[in-house]
């Protein structure tokens, strides 16, 4: 049997096997950002499918953090009732699930949210928005709404929780020199850009105690100019595993630079999988925590060398399990082919039309429908 299914553990929390399914926002909330029964049962699905551990989407702990209509949100006491009906049934399902925290700091929709969007330093790319500085008193505020975020988790029965700090949402801005220019106590040098992280991460312990899983998705580098360097992510995630974080999940790119998109199209061939690879090698060497990588695994035999030569602890993947939700399941079973996923990015077009994410050409083969008629549909 291939080490991808034997059962392992983080922090108490144990898996059946060392897939995951990475945080994927599915546009299935509610306009307020609670839980639907058809979202639940984009969960069950992942459960059934056999998926180790399920990351939700990217949950906002506080109203103008929200970055992405029908986003799944954490940020008050009256969206535990729901979320807790997603944690039963996935457990009934015997599946497990992690809650991932997140603000969008300046890249949130003012459109959805009504209030400033909030940045890491004033920039002349702002013209014509309503942004606000990050002062050393949001931080503050914002520590205390991440461990309340964390608390409505635990009480929902979330097995774990993940900080997002990827992508170039709020906590990464912080990570990056590109976002983060500032000359007070959270700027310059890595140790200073990594503080607030240090600071949620002790807030949330206080709160979630010592055997809750607490895990940070972190970029390998930004690939913008001035972006986060590999050097410093390394420091940055040897910080985190110090402080007690119990696992990393390594990702990269930023949001809306029209470079670099975090799901890169095209993934056509083994050499192109695995493309955040050499970076995890180099973290493997220095972090002593669980390591789970992201970024275009489609096959079987890569996700199985990347764990078995020790680059990797955890496989996590997105689009391939929102064209085959029972993927893991068809590999245990023996049937190796590569995921079915085409890598088109076509999936979040119709989350977008508040109609939930799902495998777009999937239903075009099905039914026969055009590229270009369907690409007309989600322009």
């Not at 059962?7 to 639907?36: D, Q």
């Not at 949620?200 to 055997?211: A, E, L, M, N, T």
């Not at 119709?350 to 777009?360: H, L, M, R, S, T």
Request: neutral net charge; charged residues 25%; hydrophobic residues 40%.
């Amino acid at each position: 049997m291939s080490i991808l299914f034997e059962e392992s553990s983080i922090n108490g929390m144990v898996l059946k096997n060392r897939f995951m399914r990475a945080a994927t926002w599915e546009g299935l909330a509610t306009p307020e950002g609670e839980a639907t029964p058809r979202l639940i049962d984009m969960m069950v699905s992942l459960a059934r499918g056999g998926v180790g551990l399920i990351i939700t989407s990217h949950s906002y702990v506080s109203p103008e953090g929200q970055g992405t209509p029908w986003q799944l949100g954490v940020y008050k006491d009256e969206l535990v009732a729901k979320l807790r009906e997603m944690t039963s049934a996935v457990h009934e399902n015997g599946g497990k699930i992690v809650l991932q925290l997140a603000h969008a700091g300046q890249f949130a929709e003012q459109e959805l949210t009504g209030r400033a969007a909030l940045a890491v330093l004033d920039s002349e790319d702002f013209s014509g928005r309503n942004i606000k500085r990050v002062t050393p008193e949001d931080v503050q505020r914002l520590v205390h709404l991440y461990s309340q975020a964390a608390q409505r988790a635990k009480d929902a029965g979330f097995d774990g929780i993940e900080i997002h700090s990827a992508h170039g949402y709020f906590l990464s801005q912080f990570l990056s020199p590109a976002f983060n220019k500032r000359r007070d106590e959270y700027g310059g040098s890595i140790e200073n850009r990594a503080r607030i992280h240090l600071m949620i991460y002790q807030s949330v312990r206080k709160v979630v105690g010592d055997d809750f899983p607490i895990l940070i998705k972190m970029n390998c580098g930004d690939f913008i100019e001035d972006g986060i360097s590999i050097d410093d992510s390394l420091s940055a995630a040897k910080t985190f595993a110090q402080a007690g974080f119990d696992a990393i999940e390594l990702s990269g790119g930023i949001i809306r630079t029209g470079r670099l998109s975090p799901s890169r199209p095209g993934i056509t061939s083994v050499g192109k999988e695995a493309y955040f690879k050499d970076y995890a090698v180099r973290l493997k060497k220095e972090v002593r925590i669980p390591l789970i990588l992201v970024g275009g695994l489609r096959s079987f035999e890569v996700a199985d060398s990347i764990v078995t030569s020790g680059i990797a602890d955890y496989i996590s993947m997105s689009r391939p399990l929102i064209r085959e939700p029972d993927l893991i399941s068809r590999w245990q079973k023996g049937d190796l082919r590569k995921a079915e996923c085409k890598s088109d990015n076509l999936c979040f077009n119709p989350g977008f039309e508040g109609k939930g994410i799902y495998c777009v050409t999937r239903e075009m083969e099905e039914n026969k429908i055009s590229g270009q008629d369907l690409t007309s549909r989600f322009s």
